[in-house]
Every structure is written in C-alpha cells, then in structure tokens.
C-alpha cells in the first residue's frame, strides 16, 4: 500500500505576513507619536535661545563691569516701558534702526559673535531683544521661542 505523501510546508502565508507588517506599523506609529521630534526640536531651540539669551546678558555686564558701568555699543540700549526693547544686531554692519553691541565683538573678549537665534531669518538681526529698565536693569529676551515659551533673562 502506497500512502500519499504529506507535503510539509514551511514558510508563512500572506495573511500572517500581512499581519506582522500591520503590527509594526502600528508600532512605529505609536513611538513617533509619543517621540514626536516636532516637539523635541522645538525645545531643543528652545535651549539654545536660553544659553544665547544669558551668554548675551553676561557679554554686557563684563564689558560694563571692564568700562567703568558704561553700557556696550554706540546705539543706546532702549528704556522699557515693556514692549519697546530694540533688536541686537549680528553685526557692526549695517544695524540702522537695530541696537549694535559691536563693542563686546570687536576685541573678542567678552564675546567672538552676538548669538544668532536659531531660526533667525533677519538680515542683520540676531532675533534677541534688549531693552534696560528706568533703574538700569538690563533685560535680554528671545521673543522668537517656541512652544508659548517666555525666554527672558534680566540682571
């Protein structure tokens, strides 16, 4: 007597690849989502406008500190009332209408380039704010943070 013979068969079938690729998917999904890189880079720009903001700030005070109590720059920082601190130039370039602290670049003591703002698009402008209060308190701000953040640093 001759018995058929069994096929064995190895492998998987569609259906159950279908399933796992299914199954990954949803996974990856997951992880991105709970990742969410448009958040981590935000904050990550975030961070760097923090360290620019009090780098900036403590630039000006060791150059005022050095100067007698004199304030950096030809162009006279603004006085609050809140809302109107000036713009910090990049450069000793053009900064018409722009508050130049070229002083504490040129020697490259106190700072080798004014920090530039992350995702600055401004010609000549860091996209960093200063301004000085009626008691000479001087106030560097980055009013382009991200995620509602309120980035600001006043000594």
């Not at 018995?3 to 399933?19: A, C, D, I, M, Y």
């Not at 299914?22 to 448009?38: E, K, R, S």
């Not at 950096?72 to 000036?86: D, H, K, L, Q, R």
């Not at 000549?124 to 640093?153: C, F, K, W």
């Amino acid at each position: 007597m001759n018995s058929p013979q069994k096929r064995s068969r190895k492998g998987f079938t569609l259906l159950e690849v279908l399933l796992v690729i299914a199954i990954i998917a949803i996974l990856a999904a997951i992880v991105i989502v709970a990742i969410n890189p448009t958040k981590q880079l935000a904050e990550s720009r975030n961070a760097q406008r923090r360290s620019d903001v009090t780098t900036i700030l403590n630039a000006v005070y060791q150059y005022a500190i050095d100067n007698d109590g004199d304030l950096p720059g030809p162009t006279t920082i603004p006085t609050v009332p809140p809302g109107t601190a000036g713009d910090i130039c990049q450069t000793s370039g053009s900064c018409v209408g722009i508050v130049d602290l070229s002083d504490i670049t040129t020697s490259e003591t106190y700072l080798v380039s004014i920090p530039v703002d992350p995702q600055a698009a401004g010609a000549n402008d860091s996209e960093y704010d200063i301004s000085q209060s009626a008691n000479g308190r001087i106030t560097i701000s980055a009013p382009s943070a991200e995620l509602s953040a309120i980035i600001s640093v006043t000594r």
